[in-house]
């Protein structure tokens, strides 16, 4: 009796847990179709702002491939921040065909060419939804590709400092300045005065991206130095202390607050403001390499790079 009375149990405790592998854990055929179902990780672009050729930086030494050497012709984005994005597994690439002085318009329509080839060029992208972060005009420049192919994979824009509102201190010295158009002219700087306020507005008002486009916008500020803190990394450079001067409200040294976070009734498409995301880093510190600043007198460059790679981890995982 003692024996039949064990194996009885023991027959329900292997029934009870046969019922439960079957019930509850997935078939292999369940697993299959949920590994072939994933998605793989999005691909990052990468989109410089104005100046974008001609910032500083450094790029890697001996380039093994195509990538290495997009980031030896156009350094905008620092080395820190393309390691940080590959980290996540998706490809990164940096766009190289801009033009340093073009306009909205002009870099606009290069981005586009850019991002046609860019599955040609480099065929990880192939079969995945991109994430595009646009630092500066970058930001405008991507819209303007967009609302002239709203079908490009782009899921997700995330604009970064970019100045929705035009850049006030181009605003004061166009006003206060005489002559200043006819020099901007003469030094070929004509597209820089099309960031003033009502020039860009114009330009604005003609970005229609796809209403399934998810834009974040975000940015950057910093309090202007004092003679005896133009050397630490927590305010801004003396350049950039400068033209901050020339605006009345909290900025990056280039864009305002206002400006880079616009209210909605400015723009003409939805935007996610996220000032939760913004960085203590002035307009140039948020991308170029941290070794750069070290030739403008700052001395604690390291958290320059430490505060670029908790932005960009932060960026992308709110662009998922």
């Not at 393309?82 to 690439?93: D, Y």
């Not at 909290?250 to 960085?279: C, N, Y």
Request: hydrophobic share 45%.
């Amino acid at each position: 009796m003692k024996r039949n009375s064990t194996f009885r149990s023991f027959t329900v405790f292997i029934t009870v847990v046969a019922a439960y592998i079957l019930n509850v854990q997935p078939s292999q055929a369940e697993t299959l179709q949920k590994a072939y179902s994933a998605k793989p990780a999005p691909g990052v672009i990468l989109v410089p702002g104005f100046f974008n050729s001609l910032a500083a930086g450094y790029a890697r030494q001996s380039p093994p491939v195509p990538q290495q050497k997009a980031l030896e012709r156009a350094p905008y984005f620092s080395l820190a921040i393309v390691e940080t994005l590959e980290k996540t597994g998706s490809p990164v690439v940096v766009v190289d065909n801009l033009d340093p002085l073009g306009s909205i318009e002009t870099n606009g329509a290069l981005l586009l060419e850019f991002l046609r080839e860019l599955p040609q060029r480099r065929p990880q992208f192939k079969g995945r939804e991109w994430i595009a972060i646009g630092h500066s005009c970058g930001g405008l420049y991507t819209l303007h590709a967009l609302t002239a192919e709203p079908n490009l994979p782009i899921k997700t824009l995330v604009t970064i400092s970019t100045p929705f509102r035009g850049l006030g201190f181009i605003e004061n010295l166009s006003a206060n300045v005489p002559f200043i158009s006819e020099l901007a002219s003469l030094i070929n700087l004509e597209s820089l005065m099309q960031l003033r306020e009502h020039d860009v507005a114009l330009a604005v008002a003609k970005l229609h991206p796809p209403k399934n486009l998810r834009i974040i916008a975000t940015g950057g500020w910093q309090q202007a130095c004092s003679f005896f803190s133009c050397n630490e990394a927590g305010t801004l450079s003396w350049i950039l202390s400068i033209t901050d001067a020339l605006v009345s409200e909290i900025s990056d040294g280039i864009v305002t607050w206002h400006s880079m976070i616009p209210d909605q009734k400015f723009l003409p498409f939805a935007i996610e403001p996220r000032p939760d995301l913004a960085v203590s880093l002035e307009h140039w510190e948020q991308v170029q390499d941290y070794r750069f600043f070290s030739l403008l007198g700052t001395d604690d460059i390291g958290t320059i790079r430490d505060r670029q790679v908790q932005f960009f981890n932060s960026l992308y995982q709110a662009a998922q």
